[in-house]
């Protein structure tokens, strides 16, 4: 009997890896060779909001080094549990910008739908780590109640897609969405806001990129990388197959103590966004949520080092300083007064 030929190697699917996902501290430190390390690792922080980083990522990370910039965006620590002054637990005001089940509507002309609790990865500094997720979920049976606040609203322009992680939903239920918004003649764009394609690369599909291209209107995905290193060859291909699909790429990061506060790992950023097709569009001021005050980078050192990064990089490679502030009509622009003092401006 003649062996049957062996099939050709399938690609990895998403949904793989993202099971295979680390979410034990001790394993995480043990595949970086820093099990003996002195980290004031928490199982109780850990317990709180839980560990998950795709392995993909952890491989970015540097091998034995306990203050790898990638490591400490994820790695659940002691520093987590101490209350900080000004620090709660809805640092945006979300709460009070809710218009519907799973809508929020804060700015003009826009609505951001939560479309999913779930991540790829948890970032320690996450605003919405003590979001009620299960409570406001808007692709909650079948998107109806956000398509009627849409529907209802006509100064309603374009759609934002955050979470948790959008992208985290299978594509079907995606195009559920959007096979709906087409009949809402007032909506004109379509922004989603991402992590996946930087921690999980493999999210960006075949099927994900056909849903993309297919769509009417035009696309935005904001992804969200705060460091030269997320970036790999893998993480190139997503962007430029999101890219192909007629998406705009832009990149959100968050000013994080230890991890980029300093000029090179701003200017590597911007520099290494951009060679995979990724514009840098804001740098965010970090939200005072709950168990993140050991990220937080003051106004006076953000401002120097922005300041020393608009006089090295070309203007486009140079992201917008904000803030954002419960209750605004906007982000704000932090901005220094003429007397040296520090002010946030409205963007």
């Not at 203050?67 to 620090?87: I, M, N």
């Not at 790429?249 to 995979?276: C, I, K, P, S």
Request: overall charge neutral; aromatic content about 6%; glycine content about 8%.
């Amino acid at each position: 009997m003649i062996p049957a030929a062996p099939l050709p190697m399938q690609p990895r699917r998403w949904q793989q890896a993202w099971r295979e996902a680390v979410r034990d501290p001790r394993e995480l430190l043990a595949l970086l060779g820093l099990q003996d390390a002195a980290l004031a690792v928490s199982e109780e922080a850990a317990v709180q909001f839980a560990l998950r980083v795709p392995r993909g990522f952890v491989a970015r990370m540097r091998h034995g080094d306990p203050h790898d910039p990638l490591l400490r965006q994820v790695l659940p620590l002691d520093a987590e549990l101490r209350a900080a002054p000004g620090f709660g637990l809805d640092a945006v005001g979300d709460g009070a910008a809710k218009a519907g089940h799973g809508v929020i509507h804060k700015y003009a002309g826009r609505a951001l739908l939560v479309a999913t609790g779930s991540c790829a990865v948890n970032c320690r500094y996450c605003f919405r780590r003590h979001f009620p997720y299960a409570e406001e979920t808007a692709a909650a049976g079948g998107w109806r109640a956000a398509l009627a606040v849409i529907a209802g609203d006509p100064t309603i322009e374009e759609v934002l897609l955050s979470g948790g992680d959008p992208l985290s939903l299978a594509t079907s239920k995606l195009a559920e969405l959007t096979d709906a918004l087409r009949s809402i003649p007032h909506v004109r764009r379509l922004r989603i806001h991402t992590r996946l394609p930087i921690v999980l690369p493999e999210r960006v599909d075949d099927e994900l990129c056909a849903w993309l291209a297919a769509l009417p209107w035009p696309v935005a995905i904001v992804v969200h990388a705060n460091h030269a290193n997320e970036f790999d060859a893998s993480v190139d291909a997503a962007m430029r197959a999101l890219r192909d699909a007629g998406a705009v790429l832009l990149n959100q990061a968050v000013l994080l103590r230890g991890v980029n506060d300093t000029v090179d790992a701003l200017a590597a950023l911007a520099e290494r966004g951009f060679a995979a097709g990724v514009l840098p569009y804001y740098l965010h001021q970090l939200d005072r949520v709950a168990g993140a005050a050991h990220f937080e980078v003051d106004d006076a050192t953000a401002l120097a080092l922005h300041a020393a990064l608009v006089a090295r990089q070309s203007g486009y490679l140079v992201p917008r300083l904000v803030r954002e502030v419960a209750g605004d009509a906007s982000k704000r622009a932090v901005l220094p007064t003429g007397d040296g003092r520090i002010t946030p401006s409205m963007a």
